[in-house]
């Protein structure tokens, strides 16, 4: 079975201090790999996402992740966090075999103190 | 950069009535859109993809006859709720996929169901 797994609810940083996101994935294949953020009673905004190539993906808001083939692994870091990056954060899986059908993680809430 | 609307953001209605949801992609045309219902902290579950000209595809557990989904245009899908109750209050967010963009979608800002 497909799954994407944040295995952390939430994270709490404070602010200027290096903030990291956890996913994990089990998906056959290549996946490509995406990093969305909610801000409450909004859609989700793209961050960055791995197709293929480097795996250290720059992505917007100075937010960046990893990709590990290996460990199965893409998470979000960002080097000094900012109160405003508090939020809702969200891993999504594409397969390759169920084109455009993204399989989410769970979400984890970001809390990032003055 | 590819701009996805939702109508309306917010909408309340009586049990046993029905409500359209619009998505249109504003700025490029989107053969397949998606829709997603979000409970409270709860993540993302693709509720149905919507492919221009043709029936949507349903995911399973999903009822068609009462998520009826149209995508008329290449711009434009929306999602009806039929005979609406407390139980299908939700938070309903609809993407749209750019060609040749790595499945990269683009969300819409959501609408917030509420069946009272």
């Known amino acids: 079975a497909q799954s994407v797994a944040q295995p952390e609810d939430q994270v709490k940083v404070a602010e200027g201090n290096p903030l990291t996101v956890k996913c994990t994935y089990s998906?056959?294949?290549?996946?490509?790999l995406f990093w969305y953020v909610q801000y409450p009673n909004r859609g989700l905004q793209f961050l960055l996402k791995y197709i293929t190539g480097d795996n250290l993906v720059k992505g917007s808001y100075g937010f960046e992740a990893e990709f590990n083939k290996s460990q199965t692994s893409f998470h979000l870091k960002k080097p000094s966090a900012l109160v405003s990056d508090s939020a809702l954060y969200f891993c999504?899986?594409?397969?390759?075999?169920?084109?455009?059908?993204?399989?989410f993680g769970a979400g984890t809430q970001v809390v990032v103190t003055p | 950069g590819a701009v996805v609307s939702q109508h309306p953001s917010r909408v309340i209605c009586k049990s046993g009535t029905s409500v359209k949801i619009e998505c249109r992609s504003l700025d490029f045309q989107a053969t397949t859109m998606f829709w997603y219902r979000q409970f409270p902290k709860q993540s993302l579950m693709l509720m149905a993809t919507?492919?221009?000209?043709?029936?949507?595809?349903?995911e399973q557990g999903v009822e068609k006859d009462k998520f009826l989904i149209n995508h008329a245009s290449l711009t434009l899908s929306t999602l009806t709720v039929t005979s609406a109750h407390p139980e299908d209050s939700s938070f309903y967010i609809c993407?749209?996929?750019?060609?040749?963009?790595?499945?990269?979608?683009?969300f819409g800002p959501g609408t917030r169901l509420t069946v009272l």
């Open positions: 993407s749209a996929e750019q060609v040749r963009s790595y499945n990269e979608q683009f």
């Open positions: 919507s492919n221009e000209g043709s029936k949507a595809t349903y």
């Open positions: 999504a899986v594409s397969p390759t075999d169920s084109w455009g059908k993204f399989q």
């Open positions: 998906v056959s294949g290549n996946p490509y």
